[in-house]
């Protein structure tokens, strides 16, 4: 038996711990995930104004930005019961969607793409061959040998220094990579096209929400005007001409290069449709509410809301957010104290963040499986952990009889000459996440032609003012705003007691997919999907990266401070 230690895990927000022991056969049969890294803006929520929440809320993260923006003020409003208008609402889903386009492309491209694709055998690859794939996949223009010629000769500048930068410390040449060298060569072309194209995508959120990362929000609606004379505001008629070019550049980009990518890579990676499922449970808060119904009914959701249990897509089990008896965190294994004691979970209205280290110090030695090991919570449903993210909402989708999706879904799997149930793995999770973009960049148009249809109308109203003030709020009030964040369902609990914060409690994706055991034992989805796993060479553990990262691991928003002595650890050992 002997330990693959990972940590940190790169290509990751945030900091992580992966803890392998295999066996004599250098396959897993057991995993430990660990946030290393300790955050406190929970805490530091305790006695400000709601309204304010949202702007520092959203600093748990600048990956997914935007989304702790959106689950807080969505959780005041709920408090308040604060209806929005329309506008707002199809603005807020414009920006949520973007989020999604713009996050899945930067994670397929730079932060998963070089876990199957070898930029050093790029350098082999034969430029014309590589014009003639491209032109095989789709119309997109830059297709030519000249170009792709250039993009090698770029590559070999990089190689040939000495000094792959970003590129440094890759496990090129491990046998696991099997593209031929022109698909890396197309991908790698990709990898510094996604730069310049998430460059671009992110003007939608400036548009709308004033800058990006981070942008602006405001409880009670959207904090943009809608005009009608040009140069009187961001989204007067020249800015929503400029929001519409975000649209279908974005557009392009996911179904000429995202999307037959993903097809290409995933064909000579098949066996990975048989490896990295997870716990087998998946759960959706839902989004993209219809603009006249709202989030609150969430009966008319474009993701739907549920749970799905031991991967039987038969029943959709409903989720209730404010039942104390559904979502609750266990801090069993974790470096917390509750007042109740360390094995009752508690639901987040009543939920606490009293940190209280207990484990290794330096040099640190490993991590011990019976005790606290991760600063992250272990979220559970009724007892059970789920995974969320990408995959469960493509499988939410799909078992409520969404066309488009199981046309996409069923098509692609034809293609690849897999079934439905190779969805349960690492190669599903990834594929999920394509899928899901390309639905949600359809209807970005959608929303964006009910926004012009509504002004048409002469509605303009963004902002609804009658609720602003806390002159007008009960004296206790407690609410919650759900989202789907890019790595999936994230809510924040509120506790609001005469105009301030009395609690806040975010609970947030890559805790329910990172999180370590619970009382019961229950491992969370990144230890159940690492099992099983065979590693070829316990010192390139390059099979652990694969299934991690395509959960899309984001640990700056899972344990939501820093370190105490900021220490960063990095080490791969192997004992
Ligand atoms: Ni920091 Fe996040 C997303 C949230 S993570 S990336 O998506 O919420 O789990
Ligand atoms: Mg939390």
Known sequence: MSTVVIDPVTRIEGHLRIEAETDQNGTITRALSSGTMLRGIENIMIGRDPRDAWAIAQRICGVCTLVHGIASVRAVENALAYPIPPNAELIRNLMIGAQFIHDHVMHFYHLHALDWVDVVSALSADPAATAHLQQCLSPWPNN??????????????????????????????????????????????????????????????????????????????????????????????????????????????????????????????????????????????????????????????????GVILNR?????????????????????????????????????????????????????????MDQAYSWLKSPRWRGQPMEVGPLARVLMLYASGHQATQTLVDGALAELKLPLTALYSTLGRVAARTFETKLIADQMLVWYGQLIGNLRGGDRATHNDDLFYPASWPA????????????????????????????????????????????????????????????????????????IHSFDPCLACAVHLVDPDGESLLRITVA
């Open 144 to 305: 030519s040998t000249a170009y792709f010629a250039d993009v090698k000769q770029r590559l070999s500048g990089f190689v040939g220094s000495g000094q792959l930068g970003i590129f440094a410390n890759g496990y090129w040449g491990h046998p696991e990579y099997k593209l031929p060298p022109e698909l890396n060569l197309l991908a790698f072309a990709h990898y510094l096209e996604a730069l310049d194209w998430q460059r671009k995508a992110s003007r939608l959120h400036a548009l709308f929400g004033g800058k990006n990362p981070h942008p602006n929000f405001i409880v009670g609606g959207a904090p943009v005007a809608l005009d009608g004379k040009t140069g009187k505001t961001a989204l007067d008629s020249t800015g929503r001409v400029l929001v519409k070019t975000v649209i279908e550049d974005m557009r392009r980009f996911v179904e000429q290069v995202y999307v037959p990518d993903t097809l290409a890579i995933a064909r000579y990676y098949k066996d990975w449709s048989r490896r990295g499922e997870g716990v087998g449970n998946f759960m959706t808060y839902g989004e993209f509410p219809d603009p006249l119904s709202g989030v609150d009914d969430t009966s008319r959701l474009f993701v739907p809301r």
């Open 476 to 547: 206790s009030a407690q609410g919650v705003g759900y989202t789907e964040a890019p790595r999936g369902a994230l809510a924040h609990w509120v506790v609001i007691q005469d105009g301030r914060i009395a609690n806040y409690q975010a609970v947030v994706p890559t805790t329910w997919n990172a999180g370590p055991r619970d009382a019961q034992g229950q491992e969370g989805p990144y230890e159940a999907a690492l099992r099983g796993h065979p590693l070829l060479d316990p010192k390139q553990p390059i099979e652990i990266l694969r299934t």
């Open 312 to 368: 039987d897509l038969s029943t959709i089990h409903p989720v209730d957010l404010d039942d104390p008896a559904q979502v609750q965190e266990s801090v069993s294994h974790s470096w917390y104290q509750y007042g109740v004691g360390q094995e009752q979970p508690l639901h987040p209205y009543a939920g606490e963040t009293r940190p209280n280290y207990t484990g290794p110090q330096p040099p640190y030695a490993n991590l011990d």
